[in-house]
């Protein structure tokens, strides 16, 4: 990350203006991060299904810039803001359904009690969850591919955040969670279309860190409202010396997807060892155990990745998927591959943050 004062973000955005205030600071930062990839079995839809080669945005990271704003208000108390753009790098176009800042847009005041925050902003599963997945919550090959709420954000939103020594606490709720699907939330009569709230909290003291957190969100139409896809997961992480084991699992009932209740659990388990200070090396184990049909899956996942410097690396990802009876998981998402088929998936890539 660059941090650069108001003034010298103004000259180098041009267009963009920005106030000159004592004691604020604006930071431009991102990652930028593709890689070639393979898969098998791909499900294509009308366009054809079976193997795919190509140029792929995000391997371990998903590719983003964004503009990170605090100005000190005095006592402790600051003005902060967000604004995080997602985009394929392989395209160059938007991510996140086409948003301009869709994976954070938010302004609030921070201070001794913590943060409150108001905008499109990430759920508690994808604040703490990053620590308790091997992939740390990657875009594909990682939790992530199992379950994207690992990966929610909602628009619409009030949040708290807070940190007291070792424990993290957040909490938030959307007025309509996802305002390009249905009637998106907010519909005068109607509160509940569209809503989501969650909250969790996480415990880290030395080696040792351990979390947990909800989420639930309601239908988006008048006829789904009363619907709703709830999570709970829990997850733990423990280093010893170079390396780090972690641990997780989390329960699941969705109403909204499919219209009909579907409940499973998800179960991981990996590691990573820095065999030295650039090289590390990362294995995981992902088993979402379907309790409504016979969609089980196993998911395995290997990453070596190779720091050139603090801010560029290589990573090579190998994953393979186990489906059972008509289950369509995959290394890239849940619906990736053709029913009942396993999948193979390989990606070389290169990450530069900044």
């Known amino acids: 990350m660059r941090k650069i004062k108001s003034a010298a973000v103004g000259i180098a955005l041009g267009s963009l203006s ?74 160059g176009k938007s991510a996140q359904g086409g ?58 939103a009030i949040k708290y955040t807070g940190k007291f020594g070792g424990l993290t606490a957040t909490g938030f709720y959307s007025f309509g969670r996802d305002v390009t699907s249905g009637l998106g939330g907010e519909v005068p009569g109607h509160f509940k279309v569209g809503t989501n709230f969650g909250g969790g909290l996480a415990y880290a003291n030395g080696p040792f860190s351990v979390g947990a957190a909800y989420d639930q969100y309601q239908g988006s139409t008048l006829a789904s409202a009363d619907l709703t896809a709830k999570r709970a997961a829990v997850g733990a992480s423990y280093a010893i010396g170079a390396a780090k084991a972690f641990a997780g699992y989390r329960w699941m009932r969705d109403e909204v997807t499919t219209g009909t209740a579907r409940h499973d659990n998800l179960y991981w388990l990996g590691a990573n060892y820095k065999f030295t200070p650039a090289l590390t090396l990362t294995g995981a184990a992902y088993y979402t155990d379907a309790r409504t049909d016979s969609k089980d899956s196993w998911m395995y996942v290997l990453n070596a990745d190779y720091a050139f410097s603090k801010r560029t690396d290589a990573y090579l990802l190998l994953g393979y998927v186990k489906n059972k009876g008509n289950a369509t998981f995959g290394v890239t998402g849940t619906a990736n591959t053709l029913p009942g088929q396993n999948q193979t998936g390989a990606m070389m890539g290169v990450r530069h943050r900044f």
């Not at 703490?128 to 954000?153: E, H, I, K, T, W």
């Open 99 to 156: 948003r301009l800042f869709g994976r954070q847009a938010y302004v609030g005041l921070q201070g001794d009690f913590g943060a409150v925050t108001l905008g499109r902003q990430q759920n508690a599963l994808y604040d703490l969850f990053g620590a308790y997945d091997p992939m740390a919550v990657g875009p594909v090959f990682s939790l992530n591919s199992v379950d994207n709420q690992f990966n929610g954000r909602a628009d619409n």
């Open 18 to 91: 920005l106030g000159v205030f004592a004691q604020t600071s604006v930071t431009l930062y991102g990652v930028a991060d593709a890689g070639v990839s393979y898969q098998s079995h791909v499900n294509g839809g009308s366009s054809g299904s079976g193997s795919q080669v190509g140029v792929t945005s995000g391997g371990l990271s998903s590719s983003r810039w964004g503009l990170r704003g605090v100005e000190d208000l005095g006592n402790n108390l600051k003005g902060i803001f967000v604004l995080e753009s997602g985009f394929d790098i392989d395209t």
